[in-house]
């Protein structure tokens, strides 16, 4: 079985500071991890994935397979950042299409 | 914002009535997913489909049903089999880009059975 686990319900940090919002995994094949993010009154979407390599808003992530871990970084943090923010994994081959979601973390950046 | 649009954005229900949540897209996707959020739990999947006329049960289906038989659309039934139907319901469709699917959300429909 997939899972995803985000250990922090609500992480408060000053503007300016550094972020990490944790995420480990348990998944058997290959999984595809992605991070998802929620503000205010907009709908859900999607931050970055993986296998992107890419660095959305100051955001980054890195899949560490040993540690079974992808946690989002930012090296500082903004007040437009503060948000709910999800994890998620799908498997391969046939189970792709399906996300596992963390339960979240709601990020508040103090001014 | 587009594509993927849910009715209506509040709903309100006496206990033992069934209701059914619209989820349309105009993204030509084929795959389309029904979630359910509530605080502190993320979001759990209901149902899914594929495509057109065919679709599974995802974590927490019982008191729930579906239909598909238009690419476009994808409506949930909440049953008044549901024990505890009061919750934010999400509707999503993915595509497939490179060797994952990414999946497009809804605004969402907050539904309140009293």
């Known amino acids: 079985a997939q899972r995803v686990t985000q250990p922090e319900k609500l992480l408060s940090v000053f503007k300016g500071a550094p972020v990490e919002l944790k995420c480990n995994y348990s998944?058997?094949?290959?999984?595809?991890l992605f991070w998802y993010v929620q503000y205010s009154r907009q709908r859900l979407q999607l931050l970055l994935r993986?296998?992107s390599r890419e660095s959305i808003k100051g955001f980054t992530a890195d899949l560490n397979k040993g540690e079974t871990s992808f946690h989002l970084k930012k090296p500082f943090a903004q007040e437009e950042d503060s948000a709910m923010y999800y994890c998620?994994?799908?498997?391969?081959?046939?189970?792709?299409?399906?996300?596992?979601f963390g339960k979240g973390t709601k990020l508040s950046v103090i001014p | 914002d587009g594509g993927i649009t849910q009715s209506p954005k509040y709903l309100f229900r006496k206990e033992g009535q069934n209701v059914t949540l619209s989820c349309e897209q105009n993204?030509?996707?084929?795959?389309m997913y029904w979630y359910r959020q509530d605080p502190g739990q993320g979001l759990r999947l209901i149902y899914y489909?594929?495509?057109?006329?065919?679709?599974q049960k995802g974590d927490i289906a019982e008191g729930y049903s579906v239909s598909r038989e238009k690419k476009e659309s994808f409506p949930l039934t909440v049953t008044s089999a549901q024990k505890n139907p009061t919750a934010f319901y999400l509707c999503?469709?993915?595509?497939?880009?490179?060797?994952?699917?990414?999946?497009?959300f809804g605004p969402g429909t907050r539904l309140t059975v009293t």
């Open positions: 999503a469709s993915s595509i497939l880009l490179g060797r994952t699917y990414e999946q497009y």
């Open positions: 998944y058997s094949g290959s999984p595809e």
């Open positions: 993986h296998i």
């Open positions: 998620a994994l799908s498997g391969s081959g046939a189970g792709s299409y399906q996300l596992t």
């Open positions: 993204l030509n996707h084929d795959a």
């Open positions: 489909s594929q495509i057109v006329n065919d679709f």
